[in-house]
């Protein structure tokens, strides 16, 4: 098997591992990028709709431009990348087992950046009832289909879901000359973020139905018909509302799953909450020197975040490898040091935190990112640590498709007392939303 | 009705004043335009500069950014290509300026930026290439 070295190999070659990769390679590091398909981008290839780039690059980019722009710099950099390429294993150590058409290939690494993306929730995850019939599809694939491959996947769409891939395709659809019948969401809010909604759905009269859901798929071997029902506030089907609608494609945008089968080969733990690896501040898993970021870690809404994020992961990662190679030469063990830290986890009304811990102390400031579960009109975010309220924010509005940030600054962090080993017991960092009375 | 539909349908207030929602930028601020005999005369809540231009444009001529594909043939294989109007277009215009990207057919390679329908149905606005395409590439 051939063998190789590297200070930092990245697993995944879409905006996030492309963005870790540079400033890894800024930073000084041997870098290499593993990635499955036969070029780089990721999913940023099919999304051709316009709309990202717009806080990174202060301008409006189409997924493809947004791409090729890091697609350039990455060729000019002296990264390696490997196409074509499937990682099948990655161990505890940081040992990369790769397999291409050249064959079988080892990747020793000094640190691992896990940037792997995030995966579409298919038919099974939410148990729809009926016939198995073509014609049912995941919005991102049906994307893939019209974008990039000139298949049209039907003449009569319906959606199931309000996520921005099923708004983004209902445009694509209707511009391509097929008629989308409407979008259907089980909660009584919509999922993916406004300007979608308008821009997509309003500006061509594609009605939403909230509180709606698929009850049954009808037709064999095609689809012929959905039945779709309106359901309580406990998401119980209200029987008189069951409703059929003739249709022959139905588009499912139902949530991603970032792709963490490998992350749990080489031991990382998963937050059961984002189904993303267990991260602190550097975006460190609970392995050390395997990092994080991007999809994989959480689902974001705006690749312009997914490229901060994986900026930081890239130069912790170099920071790792680099430092890790300089005590070997000292002689000296890291490993042996204690990192102290202090959990940080979601409170009231908020979905979950990334990270998950924070060490102490720090000299920089932290990067809290985190989700309402539901929309509020008026509420504020409120971190503390015990009944000690460390930051409060103004009261606003927030909705769960808008990925939220706080900055904590190193002394409100340092005050706090952390876990030094782990029999020591630390109050946790509590992130929570409180809705305030106007 | 969506909660969603119902914001759109109740923007329209009173003849002084109009609620837009800025799409421009993910921060979707929500803009009051006071008109003045049915003129623009002041705007309110805009998060930039940007925001009083889009919302001008809101309550006279919408104008939206097309994204589509086109199709490229390389040597014996076709792909697509992906491509955008370079500015905004209005919004009456998208169904015709659909129909004239659909014709469109290109031979080759190109560069991203490459015009590839010029001056789409009389906007001024070209229609360009967003991504690069090499005749040896895979994606063909």
């Known amino acids: 098997m051939k063998q190789l070295n590297y200070d930092v190999v990245i697993i995944g070659g879409g905006p996030a591992g492309m963005a870790a990769a540079l400033k890894a390679k800024e930073k000084g590091a041997t870098v290499a990028i593993i990635e499955r398909n036969d070029e780089l981008g990721g999913i940023l290839n099919q999304c051709i709709h316009s709309g990202f780039g717009l806080s990174y690059f202060k301008q409006e980019l189409t997924g493809p431009e947004y791409a090729e722009l890091f697609i350039n710099q990455v060729a000019t950099t002296g990264i390696d990348v490997y196409l074509k390429t499937m990682v099948i294993d990655l161990s505890q150590d940081r040992q990369v087992k790769a397999m291409n058409e050249d064959g079988m290939l080892l990747l020793c690494a000094g640190a691992i950046v896990l940037a792997m993306g995030c995966r579409e929730r298919t038919r099974g995850a939410i148990k729809i009832p009926g016939s198995r019939p073509a014609g049912v599809l995941t919005a991102g694939l049906a994307q893939r289909y019209v974008n990039i491959e000139n298949r049209k996947p039907g003449e009569r769409v319906v959606i199931l879901g309000s996520g921005d891939i099923g708004l983004i395709m209902a445009r694509r659809l209707t511009l391509e000359g097929m008629q989308v019948l409407g979008v259907y969401e089980l909660m009584p809010y919509a999922n993916g973020l406004y300007r979608n909604i308008k821009n997509c759905l309003d500006d061509f009269d594609i009605p939403l139905h909230l509180s709606t859901t698929v009850t049954n798929i009808i037709g064999h071997p095609h689809l012929e018909a959905i039945e779709v029902a309106k359901v309580d506030e406990n998401f119980k089907v209200i029987e008189e509302t069951r409703e059929v609608v003739p249709c022959d494609t139905l588009l499912l945008s139902i949530g991603l799953i970032p792709e963490n089968e490998l992350s749990q080969k080489s031991g990382v733990s998963l937050n059961p909450r984002t189904n993303g690896p267990l991260v602190n501040e550097e975006l460190e898993t609970d392995q050390p020197g395997i990092f994080a970021c991007g999809n994989v870690l959480h689902v974001h809404d705006l690749v312009d975040n997914v490229t901060l994020e994986a900026e930081a992961a890239g130069a912790a990662a170099a920071v790792y490898a680099l430092q890790q190679k300089v005590e070997a030469m000292a002689g000296e063990n890291r490993s042996a040091k204690n990192k102290s830290t202090i959990p940080l986890g979601p409170g009231e009304n908020v979905g979950y935190t990334v990270p998950a811990k924070l060490t102490s102390p720090t000299k920089k400031a932290a990067r809290i990112l985190f989700r309402v579960r539901k929309p509020l009109e008026n509420a504020e975010v409120i971190i503390q640590s015990g009944k000690k309220i460390i930051y409060q924010g103004k009261p606003r509005a927030f909705k769960p498709s808008v990925m939220e940030e706080v900055q904590l600054n190193p002394d409100e962090i340092n005050g706090l007392k952390a876990m030094s080993d782990q029999n020591s017991v630390a109050l946790p960092i509590i992130v929570s939303v409180r809705e305030v009375k106007q | ?140």
């Open chain 2, 1 to 140: 009705m969506s909660r969603y539909k119902s914001e759109i349908k109740s923007e329209i207030k009173s003849e002084e004043e109009i609620k837009v929602c800025c799409t421009t930028c993910p921060k979707e601020c929500v803009i009051t335009v006071h008109l003045k005999k049915g003129v623009m005369d002041r705007v309110e809540g805009e998060g930039c500069k940007r925001g009083k231009k889009f919302a001008q444009k809101e309550i006279t001529t919408p104008e939206r950014t097309l994204t589509s594909t086109v199709m490229v043939k390389c040597g014996d294989k076709a792909c697509l290509l992906p491509v955008k109007t370079a500015g905004p277009i209005p919004k009456k215009a998208m169904a015709l300026a659909m129909d004239a990207i659909r014709k469109t057919k290109l031979t080759g390679s190109c560069q991203m930026g490459d015009v590839v329908i010029a001056d789409i149905c009389g906007t001024g606005v070209d229609v360009v290439a967003c991504r690069s395409i090499k005749e040896e590439n895979h994606a063909c």
